[in-house]
């Protein structure tokens, strides 16, 4: 899925917006002035279209998560954890871990 502003496209074909979209277990929406993407796995990423994202996990992924969104544990202790396992000591060093291509 990608979204610039309200344009979103599922592997390459444009969403209309405002139309809801379903398939295969991948839900787009349009609630307010936000696009929201759920999938059947449990989780739903929501965009402003500008800086504002929120991601939502389903009770039934706790501790089942990792990368960007953490662990789910509630423990601050292991919120940061790299690919290889390690705790940055940083935000910036996290983040900057989990950078694709």
Not at 30 to 38: H, I, T
Not at 41 to 61: M, Y
């Amino acid at each position: 899925v990608v979204a610039e502003g309200q344009n979103v496209s599922v592997n390459g074909v444009a969403v209309p917006e405002g139309r809801p979209y379903l398939h295969k277990g991948l839900g787009v929406t349009w609630p307010g002035d936000w696009v929201a993407v759920a999938s059947s796995l449990g989780v739903r990423v929501a965009w402003d279209g500008h800086l504002a994202v929120t991601v939502t996990a389903e009770p039934e992924l706790r501790g089942g998560t990792w990368g960007l969104c953490g662990t789910y544990t509630d423990d601050p202790a292991d919120d940061f954890v790299l690919p290889n396992g390690d705790i940055a000591a940083f935000a910036a060093t996290f983040g900057n871990a989990w950078k694709v291509p």
